[in-house]
T-cell receptor, first 114, second 114 residues
């Protein structure tokens, strides 16, 4: 079984500052993938970034980057130069190779202050 | 492309009523799935399908039925609605689950069972 834990129910950041959202996971799969999804008030689920577990290099997508610590089973998301549009619920998720089933964390609500 | 289309967006049911949540995708995706989102619990997998005629249970399948007669459609049926099924439901699809492709989500259905 897979589990994902997001220990920060809420986080806040000032516009233009940097914030890091935490995520830890557990999986028995040897090959798996990690994801961060963003859910703005519109409710739409948007993929922010994806990391393949066998790649040691941390994934980056513009202002979004991850700190992937495989041994510690940690997968944190760093948002640089935060913008008002980054305000949303963020979900961490892990997927094994079996039919791509995603296991999600509880979510972290991010507030961005102007 | 319309992507993943869910209907209805909102629904109120009385306990014991039945209904079907519709999901359709126009991307020729093989993999489709249903998740429910509850506060503090993230998204949990209800049922999934890896192709027409093939379905399987996820983490929380009780009280729900699915079928996949075509590649495009994956309806979710509530046979006898219960207040515990009050939730936001998301349909998602991906091209090839074995490669852990990105999931494309619908906009969700907010269901209230009174």
């Amino acid at each position: 079984a897979q589990t994902v834990t997001q220990s920060q129910p809420e986080m806040s950041v000032q516009e233009a500052e940097t914030v890091t959202l935490s995520c830890t996971y557990d999986t028995s799969e040897s090959d798996y993938y990690l994801f961060w999804y963003k859910q703005p008030p519109s409710r739409q689920m948007i993929l922010v970034i994806r990391q393949e577990a066998y790649k040691q290099q941390n994934a980056t997508e513009n202002r979004f980057s991850v700190n992937f610590q495989k041994a510690a089973k940690s997968f944190s998301l760093k948002i640089s130069d935060s913008q008002l549009g980054d305000a949303a619920m963020y979900f961490c998720a892990v997927s094994g190779t079996s039919y791509g089933k995603l296991t999600f964390g509880q979510g972290t609500i991010l507030t961005v202050h102007p | 492309n319309a992507g993943v289309t869910q209907t209805p967006k909102f629904q109120v049911l009385k306990t014991g009523q039945s209904m079907t949540l519709q999901c359709a995708q126009d991307m020729n995706h093989e993999y489709m799935s249903w998740y429910r989102q509850d506060p503090g619990m993230g998204l949990r997998l209800i049922h999934y399908s890896v192709g027409a005629g093939i379905t399987d249970q996820g983490e929380v399948p009780n009280g729900y039925n699915v079928s996949r007669s075509t590649t495009e459609d994956f309806p979710l049926r509530l046979l006898s609605a219960a207040p515990s099924q009050t939730s936001v439901y998301f349909c998602a699809s991906s091209l090839d689950t074995r490669r852990n492709e990105k999931l494309f989500f619908g906009s969700g259905t907010q269901l209230s069972v009174l």
